[in-house]
């Protein structure tokens, strides 16, 4: 037996071990014979009791995996990532989507609980006959303040224009939502494609721009819990959340009308389980359910039974549950296809003026 | 003569920049508010809720599993690469060898990341933790070799000659010669794969499948729409592994020659 010869096959093997040794803990496990249903959602946004509950009933898995824009989760289904049965995107990403054959039809028979599913809410639905996709949380662009330092509050775009408050407001650094609010002002569309309204929107917003601090989506919250800022522009369920800490805050939705936000429930095409997903989006729907869901997020889940089940300070709160004539003033934002670069061009102009 | 104060103040400046921030995050993970708008009192609150969250918990299991697996295999396919790199350098297969390990240090991440995507669902591989190993692997493999391939060039390897003139077998001169002068180019590549792999976001983001998500995707996805705080508590206990980590290695390194002279 020659030296060499027996040693350089054990080093071989060394190495041959030292890979499956990596690689076990990836190869398939057995065992687990019930079924995952797999949910790609934004953080924390099912309440984990509830999830727990569909899990015993259902007698199956839920597995959530986490995205941070909707842009980012396209981008990833779009180059064939698979496997995931139920998404939670933003209406407009749902139309891109949907515009793809992305996404599956529902089936209405396996639905029962959207009979619960708020008919005021579905007149501004893009898809009103809840054929591809269903509502799952709504969330309103209002105006917060603090009720100490601002005087006279009005419900109205127009305090974007008040001088004494000058410096101490910011409004959100997002094109849809701070154009709109210059459309909204002027009575018009926020989905409009009116080169002549954009043009006089994208006035507003410039001479709004000279009286703000800045455009700002994140330390808004901070700012107006500390005190930093007196009027800011943000969404109902972030504003709720800053004034458990902070009771002085209060908001509005101004009266002009305002940008409502929905994230859908959709089921992808190839979903390896149709059939929970479904269940899934039925479960959610349940009226106690949507209520516990609605509480413990903030956002409001447009469910018209669940409503009587919310707590007081929720229910009678017009900056969640709008004054019907501004909600009939208000819209949801929808995809505008190749009219979106109009946008592009006023909100790079609005940024670049001085 | 006097000394210039200048290096001092840079220094100073330098440790300001780099370790304020984590001060910052440290110092309001014990704080009250969860929008950090002023300092509302000490609490552990935000370690009492990180105790009740499985999902953060299982992605940083995720992660760790990752990482170890990772660095395990991509140091043995490093140390065989640099080591071929090393021997065969004028070979003009190995010219091209090198190539193709230089290259992933070089190619931007995204495009890394959305090709392997590609490529495994070209290939009908389920996404899922495997993927995102297989992946780490890739870039952890070019970053070992690399820095093993470095420690190479300044070893005389007569030494390994001179073992088997002795009457060294093949394996028992790599044990006993070889491998104790590459150590530290080992210990270094494999922390960088380590270190790599465990913080990795932009490639892991694309090849990762349903029920695979590790501790910055989750992280990520947090700083939006979860609460901030729970990552600075997160990060504030990271932080102190690590640095009893390195306190340990750096203890235990130092009485081996001790104890050894």
């Known amino acids: ?354 | 003569m006097k000394r210039s104060r200048l290096p001092l103040a840079v220094t100073a400046a330098v440790l300001f920049f780099f370790y304020l921030p984590i001060l910052i995050l440290v110092a309001n993970s014990f704080n009250a508010s969860r929008f950090a708008g002023g300092w509302r009192g000490f609490s552990l609150v935000w370690y009492k809720r990180l105790l009740h969250e499985p999902d953060i918990w299982r992605a940083a299991g995720n992660s760790l599993l990752i990482a170890a697996a990772a660095t395990a295999v991509s140091l043995v396919l490093g140390t065989v690469a640099a080591f071929a790199l090393y021997r065969f350098a004028r070979s003009r297969l190995q010219r091209l060898h090198y190539i193709l390990v230089y290259t992933p240090l070089v190619a931007p991440e995204i495009l890394v990341g959305i090709s392997l995507l590609m490529f495994f669902v070209a290939a009908r591989v389920g996404l899922g933790l495997f993927t995102i190993f297989l992946a780490h692997v890739t870039f952890c493999v070019s970053f070992v070799a690399m820095t093993v391939l470095a420690r190479f060039q300044d070893f005389d390897y007569a030494v390994v000659e001179a073992a088997q003139d002795l009457g060294a077998g093949w394996w028992t001169a790599a044990r006993r010669v070889l491998l104790p002068m590459l150590r530290p180019g080992l210990v270094a590549g494999g922390l960088l794969a380590f270190t790599l792999s465990i913080d990795d976001f932009v490639i892991t983001f694309f090849v990762a499948g349903p029920g695979a998500t590790t501790l910055p995707i989750r992280v990520y996805s947090m700083i939006k729409y979860g609460s901030p705080p729970l990552i600075n508590a997160l990060s504030t206990i990271l932080l102190a592994v690590t640095f009893a980590a390195v306190a340990a290695s750096q203890r235990l390194s130092r009485r081996v020659p001790e104890g050894s002279g």
């Open chain 1, 1 to 354: 037996m020659s030296r060499a010869g027996s040693r350089r096959p054990s080093a071989c093997l060394v190495i041959a071990a030292a890979l499956i040794a990596g690689a076990a803990p990836f190869l398939p496990r057995c065992g687990g014979t019930r079924p995952v249903l797999h949910v790609y959602a934004w953080a924390d946004y099912f309440k984990p009791e509830l999830v727990a509950r569909f899990e015993r009933e259902e007698r199956c898995r839920v597995v959530i995996d986490t995205f941070d824009s909707n842009e980012a989760m396209y981008a990833k289904l779009k180059a064939g990532a698979a496997g995931y049965d139920l998404l939670t995107p933003t209406t407009y990403m749902v139309s891109l989507m949907d515009s793809q054959g992305m996404i599956g039809r529902l089936d209405r028979g396996r639905l029962p609980n959207l009979v619960h599913v708020d008919p005021e809410y579905l007149k501004l639905a893009l898809d009103p006959a809840m054929d591809h996709s269903v509502p799952y949380m709504i969330v309103n662009t209002v105006i917060a303040y603090l009720k100490s330092r601002v005087s006279d509050f009005q419900p109205s775009w127009a305090m974007f224009d008040r001088r004494d408050l000058r410096g101490r407001m910011t409004m959100l650094n997002d094109m849809r939502e701070t154009i709109g609010a210059g459309l909204k002002f002027l009575g018009y569309s926020i989905n409009t494609t009116d080169a002549g309204e954009l043009a006089r929107a994208k006035e507003i917003v410039v001479r709004w721009k000279k009286n703000i601090a800045k455009f700002e989506n994140e330390q808004y919250k901070t700012g107006v819990a500390s005190g930093e800022f007196l009027v800011v522009q943000g969404y109902s369920g972030d504003i709720l959340q800053v004034q458990k800490e902070n009771p002085d805050v209060a908001f509005a939705v101004p009266r002009e009308g305002t940008v409502i936000s929905v994230d859908d429930l959709v089921i992808p095409i190839g979903a390896p389980q149709p059939g929970l997903a479904h269940a899934f989006i039925n479960f959610l729907h349940d009226p106690a359910v949507a209520a516990e869901n609605t509480t413990f997020l903030s956002y409001l889940c447009p469910n018209k039974d669940a409503y009587p089940l919310l707590g007081e300070d929720l229910r009678i709160n017009p900056g969640v549950f709008m004054d019907p004539e501004v909600r009939a003033r208000s819209e949801i934002i929808a995809d505008l296809g190749e009219a979106n670069a109009l946008y592009t061009k006023v909100w790079d102009e609005i940024k670049s003026s001085r």
